[in-house]
Structures are given as C-alpha cells and as structure tokens.
C-alpha cells in the first residue's frame, strides 16, 4: 500500500524487507468497528474533530489527525469496560 514500484537492486530489497514505514493494513469503519466489538469495545462509533464525548479529547486532539489533505481520515471512539 502507498508503493508505486517494486524493487529493482539488493539495496531496494534489503531497503524495502527492513523498513516499517509503508502500511500493512488499511481498514474501513465497518470492520474496524466488527473487530473492535469482538474485543470487548462497545459504543463504538466513527468521530470527527471536537465531537468526543470526553471533554479530555479537547486538550489533545489535532485537526491534522482527522483530516489529511482535505480527506477525513477514520477517527474512532469506542469504550472498553475494565
């Protein structure tokens, strides 16, 4: 994902195997939310910028982290029982 071209030499191999940069996974809401509930969360519901319903969301939360490039991103509240 996000790779336009495999590699052509050792080094872009090498380069390319060892990396963590690139994603492994993309999900969409549907099953993130599938596999959040069968980890025990509930409530689980997709958010967008300054809607969580934790007032301490507000402190921490960035505009630049729910959109990128004028794209919303997935931002996801979910509760987990302890």
Same mark, same amino acid.
């Given at each position: ?5 495999? +590699? ?12 963590? /940069? ?6 969409? *809401?549907?099953?993130?939310? +599938? ?5 025990? *969360? /509930? ?5 967008? *910028? ?33």
């Amino acid at each position: 994902m996000g790779e336009r071209a495999r +590699a052509k030499t050792w080094v872009d191999f090498i380069r390319d195997r060892y990396k963590r /940069s690139t994603h492994l996974w993309m999900y969409d *809401f549907p099953t993130f939310k +599938a596999l959040l509930e069968s980890a025990g *969360f /509930s409530r689980v519901r997709r958010c967008k *910028f300054g809607d969580a319903n934790d007032p301490m969301f507000a402190k921490v939360e960035d505009i630049d982290r729910f959109v990128d490039h004028g794209h919303d991103e997935l931002a996801i509240e979910a509760i987990k029982a302890l």
